[in-house]
């Protein structure tokens, strides 16, 4: 708005003499008259222009404030049931590891409780990656889709092992290691719940250049 001022004033200074000797002291006033209107013209369009600009970021800041906000406490529970379903899981595949049944049962059983061990690090590497992703980068870029594109994979393994420990579970004789198992699959099958949603939520997140860098997660 200054540089414009300054601009139409050097216009004016330098246009006044031309004015005079051309047209004699009327059409100096008539001349005055249209720079002046030329200068009002020139200072409405640089006012036009700062609101649309201003416009622009005031909408862009709100779209920012509101990706914040509705993400913030909603974000927050999810992690904490992904969390507290996490550690349900580890703690019941610890268990899974010392059941008692010997032979192909319980061995399998064992092998699909470390397998569940070594997804459970994988899951919390891709959570940690989402975690770290801030505010400004999820507005500009949005979520981290090679994370969310993980989290899928090892929600798929999570339900093979579902199923694979629904089936063992009727071939058990002990009734501690039917327990175990029941109470395994029911963590799992909670800690794809919250998966779920966590992936449901991310692939939801409003960006500027969301579509382009889901394109090459692909």
């Known amino acids: ?3 414009a001022s300054v601009v139409m004033s050097v216009i004016t200074i330098l246009a006044l003499p031309g004015i005079i000797f051309a047209q004699g002291q009327g059409a100096q006033g008539q ?3 249209t720079l002046q209107g030329y200068q009002v013209q020139n200072q409405n369009q640089v006012i036009t222009q700062n609101q649309g600009e201003d416009t622009q970021l005031q909408v862009a800041t709100q779209e920012q404030e509101s ?8 974000l ?8 507290e379903n996490m550690s349900t899981v580890a703690a019941q595949v610890q268990q899974l590891l010392q059941v008692r049944t010997t032979g ?8 699909i409780a470390q397998e569940q061990n070594q997804a459970q690090t994988q899951i919390q590497n891709q959570l940690n ?7 400004m980068a999820r507005f500009l870029s949005g979520t981290d889709y090679g ?5 899928k994979a090892q929600l798929v393994q999570n339900q093979v092992r579902i199923d694979q420990l629904t089936e063992l579970q009727n071939q058990l004789v002990n009734q501690g290691d039917i327990t175990m198992v029941q109470e ?12 779920q949603e966590r992936i449901t939520s991310e692939e939801g997140t409003k960006s500027m250049f969301g579509w382009l860098f889901r394109f090459f997660a692909r």
């Open 76 to 83: 927050q529970i999810r992690n904490q049931n992904a969390i």
């Open 147 to 151: 994370a969310v594109k993980n989290l």
């Open 129 to 135: 990656k989402l975690e770290s992703k801030g505010k």
């Open 31 to 33: 001349g005055t008259s």
């Open 67 to 74: 990706l914040g906000d509705g993400q913030g406490e909603g």
């Open 104 to 111: 192909g049962i319980g061995e399998q059983v064992r092998q």
């Open 184 to 195: 395994t699959i029911q963590a799992l099958i909670a800690e794809n719940t919250s998966l």
């Open 1 to 3: 708005m200054k540089k």
